[in-house]
Nanobody, 120 residues
Framework: QVQLVESEGGLAQAGGSMRLSCAAS????????MGWYRQTPGKQRELVAV????????TYVDSVKGRFTISRDNAKNTVYLQMNSLKPEDTAVYYC?????????????WGKGTLITVSS
């Protein structure tokens, strides 16, 4: 089992910045990817950004490219999402995820989510 605890979200103005963090604890596999997803009411959860275990590969949804940066500190088992140039459409509940290999299977673990509200 892996536990993920996200930092508190909050309110930001359009054009502003926020940083989310997510600390993982428990049985963390060496083979993993960590990421951030977001969800708004009535919509499916979408991948925002993901980073591989060594940090060598990052992937972003097109709508956040050039504005958001995902990073991780493996010594702290923590992943970050730096969000710049925020837009009202970034308003959502953001969820931290770890996708990892456990033996012959893969598992996903999720944080409880944190609300980010961007005002225009």
């Amino acid at each position: 089992q892996v536990q993920l605890v996200e930092s508190e979200g909050g309110l930001a103005q359009a054009g502003g910045s926020m940083r989310l963090s997510c600390a993982a604890s428990g049985s963390i596999s060496r083979i993993n990817a960590m990421g951030w997803y977001r969800q708004t009411p009535g919509k499916q959860r979408e991948l925002v950004a993901v980073i591989t275990a060594g940090g060598e590969i990052t992937t972003y949804v097109d709508s956040v490219k050039g504005r958001f940066t995902i990073s991780r500190d493996n010594a702290k088992n923590t992943v970050y999402l730096q969000m710049n140039s925020l837009k009202p459409e970034d308003t959502a509940v953001y969820y931290c995820n770890i996708h990892q290999v456990e033996g012959l299977k893969t598992m996903d673990y999720w944080g409880k989510g944190t609300l980010i509200t961007v005002s225009s």
